[in-house]
């Protein structure tokens, strides 16, 4: 058994001590036997939240209603949930109401996929009742039980479904492949946060494009948001090899690619999709960035300095990736020419707004800005040294003092 299920066995076994069956379930599980790193690992249990509780002493309530407790263990953290099953889901998004069961069947029953849903004991057996390990020799993905039902129970189902070709370059099983398809309608009922959640996980997946592809083949994409009649533009976007590029930068390909281009677009774009302020600002001056590269053969220190360098870095792969390597500036080269700017930003100036109030008889305003501005831009350009005595006489000879 390797490491972070190592670690985690006290858990199990103290579960076991008190009387009640423990397992590791869900992606650890899958993942480790696909040999892959493991990053949370989920613990299910035939324990009530709270008799959870009353075995371990530090615990935090994360999510009592459905059964989900968190447990402190040796400076870890373990989400433990307990066993359930999901009565009728109305809406196609959440289940009405959890049951607390005592069975692991009746839980690994409700999870989506054969491959999410295996459990493992505390010997590292594997408990797989849905055939899952057949799954994950096929590099199939395929529903627990028959498709239709388990994608109307839940439609984000659907979203993950795609995003796990994308993370584990396996293929839809064929009846599941079909109800995606025959239920791509219900994913406008889901909550958008959720959907982007696994937008982003599917961008991030190095079989990202097969991914893509089949969000275009069974027209997934049109119920997604703000995409609903970009076949052109998602299509293009499909087959781009995306794997070298960042989250954001995959973004602002994206709105490229959609040809969504102007400030405003771009921000109702991707409110739409619930980013935040903070994402929404960096794709926007990615893309404004990226539409100066093409007016440029190369960037001026005056566009570097203000693009900075991690933007002219990103832009710089974005252009190699649209334009196919047609103009190829070395990203390293453009690495030194960043250290070697006069000056990085404005605080590096060697003057400041008091120097030039003690040049002259003229009274603070709107000036002072306009004349560092203008000092500033023939420092980074070279024109000019930046050294205090050497500045104020330019401006002298200039006028502007
Ligand atoms: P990742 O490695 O990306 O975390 P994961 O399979 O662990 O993938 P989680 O979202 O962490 O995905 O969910 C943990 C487990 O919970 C899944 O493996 C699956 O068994 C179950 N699960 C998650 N979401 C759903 C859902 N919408 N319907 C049914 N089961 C789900
Ligand atoms: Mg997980």
């Known amino acids: 058994m390797i ?24 992606g650890a599980v899958r993942d480790h036997l696909l040999n892959k790193q493991i990053h949370d690992i989920d613990i299910a249990s035939s324990a009530t939240p709270e008799e959870i509780k009353s075995i371990f002493p530090h615990t935090i309530d994360v999510g009592i209603a459905h059964g989900t407790v968190m447990v402190i ?34 839980d690994l029953k409700r999870r989506d996929f054969t491959i999410n849903a295996m459990a493992m004991d505390k010997n590292g057996h594997v408990i797989d009742y849905f055939n899952g390990k057949e799954s994950l ?28 070709v994308s993370t584990l370059g396996f293929h839809l099983e064929t009846e599941t492949l079909n109800g995606i398809r025959n239920n791509r309608q ?8 959720r959907i982007t959640a696994e937008f982003e996980k599917l961008l991030h997946g190095p079989w990202c494009l097969e991914a893509l592809e089949i969000m275009v083949e ?41 040809g969504r281009k102007e400030k405003h677009q ?51 792969k974005m252009y190699q990736l649209l334009k196919n390597n047609e103009v190829n500036i070395d990203i390293v080269h453009l690495e030194e020419r960043y250290e070697k700017l006069p000056i990085k930003s404005m605080e590096e100036l060697k003057i400041g707004g ?48």
């Not at 400076?75 to 196609?92: A, L, P, V």
């Not at 929404?280 to 960037?299: A, S, V």
């Open 218 to 258: 069974t027209k997934m994409y049109q119920i997604l948001p703000m995409l609903s009649s970009e076949e052109k533009g998602i299509s293009k976007f499909a087959k781009l090899p995306l794997t070298k590029l960042e989250l954001l930068e995959k973004w602002a390909v994206l709105l490229l690619c959609l």
């Open 266 to 316: 771009i921000e109702l774009f991707l409110r739409a999709w619930k980013l935040s302020v903070k994402q929404i600002k960096t794709i926007q001056k990615l893309i404004y960035w990226m539409l100066q590269r093409e007016q440029m053969t190369n960037w001026s220190n005056q566009a570097l300095y203000f693009a900075t360098l991690s933007v002219a870095v990103s832009v710089e």
């Open 73 to 106: 263990w040796d400076q870890h953290t373990y989400e433990i949930t307990t066993f359930r099953t999901e009565s009728t889901y109305r809406d196609y998004r959440r289940p009405e109401q959890v049951y607390f069961v005592r069975e692991l069947k009746e």
């Open 137 to 164: 020799e096929k590099k199939e993905i395929k529903t627990v039980g028959n498709p239709n039902e388990r994608f109307q129970e839940d439609a984000l189902r659907i979203m993950r479904g795609i995003r796990f």
């Open 354 to 401: 008091n120097d030039l109030l003690s040049w002259t008889e003229k009274k603070p305003g709107p000036w002072i800005k306009d004349v560092l501005s203008l000092v500033e831009r023939n420092v980074v350009e070279e024109k000019l040294s930046n050294d205090k005595q050497l500045i104020k006489e330019w401006l002298k000879q200039c006028h502007q003092i």
């Open 186 to 193: 219900l994913l406008s009922k889901i909550a958008v946060e």
């Open 3 to 26: 490491n972070p299920f190592k670690e985690a066995l006290p858990i199990i076994i103290k579960i076991e001590e008190a009387g009640y069956e423990a397992y590791f379930v869900g």
